[in-house]
């Protein structure tokens, strides 16, 4: 099920927003990364590779792990006679085939996440950067051992693995001040039935709000003094906020049962603090929820999120790392501590001498 469930968020991602899904900037979303300007970001982390190798090379024939558009199986092939990309998501190797600079150097190849079409040995190196960390822990272990398979004895591997979740940083006290304006929200709402409440978010405070997925408007239900539901929906700031600016934002939100229930929106920073607990103001919104949906006219359908909303982060610890690839035979060379995960995660890259 976590398979499919991966599969499935990156064939959709590679249909509608494949460039930015390998390379998330948040001013990048909904197509706006130009192709030229992506693509010459992949010399630069294979550059960082080949400084972090020293001495050792990806050698002749490299397997690029999880290549997505195709950004560092091209830029490989400055330094090798032939790259292999491989993606779990067909709509990332069509895309990667139609940007592919050196056809004559360079292959994309679809796998279905289990089993890499590949005979044992066959590469002398492989790279897999801020790919592995979409995956569950058993899909990432399963992976690893089959790059250990595809590379040849003496051959090396370049693989990037979150180790844990770092605890967030909490802001200062100040800085959780907001105004949220409702801008549009059904009056009516059937029990179950979704809609999408849109609302503007003016950062009150002094200080910037992080442009990470740790800041979030979500909202509660409640009724009188009850809490009815304390978590509902949620949606990511587009960016960094700076002070005074604002941003509108679409919520969906789920009726979890009949009443004259008050719909409250707030913002939050993930594992740290809901901005009224810090002296905040939330917004509040009365829904008269029913037995029967509401009326179609009286409710804007929450519709599909953006498949980035479904890009899942795991860690493998470096520990268990280092000693699964020991287990296997293999050296753990180097483990180099990197920003590729965000400043959410510790992560390292490791060089591995198969």
Not at 107 to 127: Q, T
Request: glycine fraction near 10%.
């Amino acid at each position: 099920m976590a398979l499919d469930v991966l599969r499935d968020t990156w064939e959709k991602l590679g249909g509608v927003d494949p460039l930015w899904a390998v390379l998330t900037d948040p001013g990048r979303r909904d197509g706006r990364w130009d192709v030229e300007e992506f693509m010459k970001t992949g010399p630069e982390a294979v550059g960082q590779v080949r400084t972090l190798l020293g001495e050792r090379t990806l050698g002749s024939r490299v397997l690029d792990f999880g290549c997505g558009v195709g950004r560092l199986s091209n830029a490989l092939a400055a330094h090798a006679d032939r790259v292999v990309g491989v993606d779990i998501a067909s709509t990332m190797v069509a895309r990667a085939r139609e940007l592919n600079r050196n056809p004559d150097r360079v292959e994309f190849v679809h796998y279905d996440g289990r089993l890499l079409p590949f005979e044992d040995a066959s590469f002398d190196g492989a790279l897999s950067l801020i790919v592995l960390q979409h995956a569950r822990p058993w899909v990432q272990i399963g992976a690893l051992l089959e790059l250990l398979r595809v590379v040849r004895p003496g051959g090396t591997l370049v693989v990037q693995i979150p180790s844990a979740r770092r605890a967030p940083v909490p802001m200062p006290e100040e800085a959780y001040r907001a105004d949220i304006e409702v801008l549009e929200a059904p009056s009516v709402l059937g029990v179950g039935q979704s809609a999408l409440v849109r609302a503007r978010v003016t950062n009150l405070s002094e200080h910037p709000w992080p442009g990470t997925k740790t800041i979030k408007l979500g909202n509660h239900w409640r009724s009188g003094d009850e809490v009815v539901l304390l978590d509902d929906g949620r949606a990511g700031l587009p960016a960094m906020v700076a002070p005074g600016e604002s941003f509108e934002v679409g919520v969906p939100v789920t009726a979890p049962r009949a009443g004259e229930l008050v719909l409250e929106l707030d913002l939050v920073h993930e594992m740290v603090a809901w901005w009224e607990s810090e002296g905040g103001t939330p917004a509040r919104v009365p829904i008269t929820v029913t037995a029967a949906p509401a009326p179609p006219s009286e409710v804007t359908p929450a519709g599909e999120a953006h498949p980035g909303e479904q890009i899942e982060m795991h860690a493998l610890h470096t520990e268990f790392v280092q000693a699964l690839f020991g287990h296997c035979g293999a050296e753990v060379i180097a483990a180099v501590p990197d920003e590729a995960a965000g400043e959410e995660w510790e992560s390292f890259t490791y060089v591995v001498s198969r």
